[in-house]
């Protein structure tokens, strides 16, 4: 199982009020194997459930400071996730990561068992 998100490392840096797409490249499983979810650790703070899409049907969750902003998607041709995020805020920036496991509306990091290497967001204000 491995996942890779947005060029593996690559810093990405946007203005306040702009957009940024993430995606998570997956190989050695599939999306009926594993659901994905999207994490999110800012420096000194806990890692974060941003979203997740459920493999047995789909469902898609959302923390509370990113309902309404942020949409996950998946490509299954590309065995690919998308983390499309609008509106961004200084307040999202973190390091990103995207990860497979069990989706539950808690999007509960203990849940989710294999883990890419991230990749740095900065929102500038």
């Known amino acids: 199982v491995q996942l890779v998100e947005s060029g593996g490392g690559l810093v990405q840096l946007v203005q306040a009020g702009g957009s940024l797409r993430l995606s998570c490249a997956a190989s050695?499983?599939?999306?009926?194997?594993?659901?994905i979810g999207w994490f999110r650790q800012a420096p000194g703070k806990e890692r974060e459930g941003v979203s997740c899409i459920s493999s047995r049907d789909g469902s898609t969750y959302y923390g509370d400071s990113v309902k309404g902003r942020f949409t996950i998607s998946t490509d299954n041709a590309k065995n690919t996730v998308y983390l499309q995020m609008n509106s961004l805020k200084p307040e999202d920036t973190a390091v990103y990561y995207c990860a497979a496991g069990t989706c539950t509306r808690h999007i509960d990091y203990t849940t989710f068992g294999a883990w890419g290497q991230g990749t740095q967001v900065t929102v500038s204000s």
């Open positions: 050695g499983f599939t999306f009926d194997d594993y659901s």
